[in-house]
């Protein structure tokens, strides 16, 4: 099921696997690579960063892939170049897009996802029943990339 992830790397970061995560159908979780982002030049970790495999109602509302970059390393586009690494991945598990979501007053993130090509499908409400509603967000913004 889940794919060798070596190859993800250019000239700048590569993605380091540290672990992965089988669907869990009860709680509605497609499989996932967890990676560290992590800079070439010197082997530091500058973020980290997710890819869910599928859709379903939960990547809908909280996205195909996730990222953080830690607070010293932002600035960089890291993020958005963590995500075409993971564009890779995703096209080896046969997915056709992936979805993109934040909060839609998250410019920085909102950014990222136009660096790295995704387009802004809509804004949309989130559900009750969702875990993202149950933190405090109300409205995510859907981007997509078709790969």
Do not use: W
Request: charge should be positive; include cysteine; aromatic fraction near 12%.
């Amino acid at each position: 099921m889940f794919f060798d992830t070596t190859d993800l790397q250019n000239q700048e970061i590569y993605l380091r696997l540290y672990k992965t995560a089988d669907e869990n159908i009860e709680k509605g979780y497609v499989p996932a690579y967890y990676f560290k982002i992590v800079r070439c030049a010197d082997d530091t970790e500058v973020g980290q960063c997710d890819l869910r495999i599928g859709h379903n109602d939960n990547t809908k509302y909280g996205g195909n892939i996730g990222y953080e970059i830690y607070k010293s390393f932002r600035g960089n586009h890291y993020a958005s170049k963590a995500c075409k690494l993971l564009f890779l991945l995703a096209k080896k598990h046969k997915m056709d897009e992936v979805i993109i979501t934040c909060s839609p007053e998250n410019m920085a993130s909102r950014k990222t996802c136009e660096y790295c090509g995704a387009e802004l499908i809509d804004i949309i409400d989130v559900p009750i029943r969702h875990q993202l509603y149950k933190m405090g967000q109300r409205k995510t913004c859907q981007y997509i990339v078709r790969l």
